[in-house]
């Protein structure tokens, strides 16, 4: 059982503040995913819970008890970094097993361990190999195995795939949630790579200039962004966000921008009650939709992917565009006039100024 809170931990290199106040608290068994672009903080939150650098201010918790004057061993975490760093003379088994050799355990204990570990993370028959003979997966997992064995509270992965190419890093987030699916361990996992957090995670904790700004299911950060900034980050395509004004006239309610103009329900008018501030639309490509009423537009690109097509919409010199997902294999092409609409369903609005989500149209 292991509960991970941060409590405004700063962290100070010089002038520059690389934690900025992090607020977090993780539960027991929860797989969360610190989440964010280069330079925000990921890694040294990671590193200030692991105990590998020492916070300027802030408390860090582990089941209720202040850490913050422990050692990494005696907070009982594990670590799996980018750089699998195994010891090359050594075989699998011996990178696996070499704690507890560490440890001086029984040579019996250590056999069964290894074993069990290894049938765990499939690597049985590559036991007697070195390094030099795995894969950059295999070598990953064996990095994972020698985790695994410690036994820890809490397990920290920081970026562990960024060294593998892209079919493998698929392969490997399903085998690391299955992983903790079956140990049901506390991980904390650091990547930049949204999509990778997202398949993988319980909770997101997305990180902006060493603070969280937004922590929450990847239903939540996807669905229900705080900001601007999260939208945009989360999410492939782009949430696309016009940057016009609410205008309620004898024509409804419309959303104007500089090039043209959508038309929203009426119901928005109630509930955002404030038409004067200026905010900023937001919408995902599967809200976007193409053909029957809607304003006219054109085609710019069209991008076919397999099960979808991504079909990016324009209008005369502009240089707004909207993208949106179509079922199959759109029979669309560049230049072709359409008609769009938005899903009241997906509209999203954000102020201006902080960047803040001021209303979500169909959810509170
Ligand atoms: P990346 O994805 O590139 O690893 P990150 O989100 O993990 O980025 P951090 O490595 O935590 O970001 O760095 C946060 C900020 O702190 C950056 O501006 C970085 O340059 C700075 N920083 C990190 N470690 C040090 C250090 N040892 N000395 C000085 N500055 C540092």
Same mark, same amino acid.
């Given at each position: ?87 090359? /003379?050594?075989?699998? @088994?011996?990178?696996? &097993? ?28 590559? #036991? *007697?190999?070195?390094?030099?003979? #795995? ?49 049901? @361990? ?15 995670? *319980? ?46 006239? *004898? ?35 599967? /809200?976007?939709?193409? $053909? &029957? ?34 079922? $199959?294999?759109?029979?669309? /092409? ?18 201006? &100024? ?11």
């Amino acid at each position: 059982m292991a509960t991970v809170e941060l409590i405004d931990i700063v962290k100070q290199f010089g002038g520059i503040n690389a934690c900025d106040g992090v607020n977090l608290s993780i539960e027991d068994k929860a797989f969360v995913t610190l989440l964010g672009p280069s330079g925000c903080g990921k890694s040294t939150t990671l590193n200030l819970i692991a105990g590998l650098d020492d916070a300027t201010s802030g408390e860090i918790l582990m089941d209720g008890s202040r850490v913050n004057d422990l050692s990494p061993y005696e907070r009982d975490v594990a670590m799996v970094f980018q750089q699998y760093a195994l010891y090359p /003379h050594m075989t699998v @088994a011996e990178n696996i &097993g070499f704690t507890l050799r560490l440890r001086k355990r029984p040579k019996a204990e250590m056999r069964e361990r290894v074993a069990s570990v290894a049938e765990l993370l499939e690597l049985t028959e590559l #036991l *007697d190999r070195l390094p030099r003979e #795995l894969s950059g997966g295999q070598q990953q997992r064996v990095a994972i195995g020698r985790a695994v064995i410690r036994e820890p509270k809490v397990f920290l992965f920081d970026e562990p795939f960024s060294n593998l190419d892209a079919a493998l890093r698929v392969r490997m987030r399903t085998e690391v949630r299955e992983l903790h699916q079956r140990l049901g @361990a506390t991980s904390i996992f650091v990547t930049h790579d949204q999509e990778e957090a997202m398949s993988i995670s *319980d909770q997101i904790a997305v990180m902006r200039l060493g603070k969280v700004e937004q922590f929450g299911t990847p239903e939540d950060v996807y669905a229900r962004p705080a900001s601007k900034y999260v939208a945009q980050f989360i999410g492939s395509p782009r949430m696309d966000i016009l940057e016009g004004r609410l205008d309620a006239s *004898d024509e409804g309610l419309r959303y104007l921008t500089s090039e043209t103009a959508f038309a929203l329900p009426e119901l928005l008018a109630n509930r955002y009650g404030g038409l004067e501030n200026p905010v900023d639309l937001g919408i995902r490509a599967e /809200h976007i939709r193409l $053909g &029957g009423a809607g304003t006219p537009a054109i085609v710019r690109i069209v991008q076919p992917i397999g099960p979808e097509t991504h079909v990016t919409i324009g209008w005369d010199n502009s240089v707004e565009t909207l993208t949106a997902r179509v079922p $199959g294999i759109a029979k669309m /092409h560049p230049g072709d006039k359409v008609h769009v609409s938005l899903d009241p369903d997906g509209l999203q609005f954000f102020d201006r &100024g902080t960047g803040e989500r001021v209303m979500f149209a169909s959810g509170p």
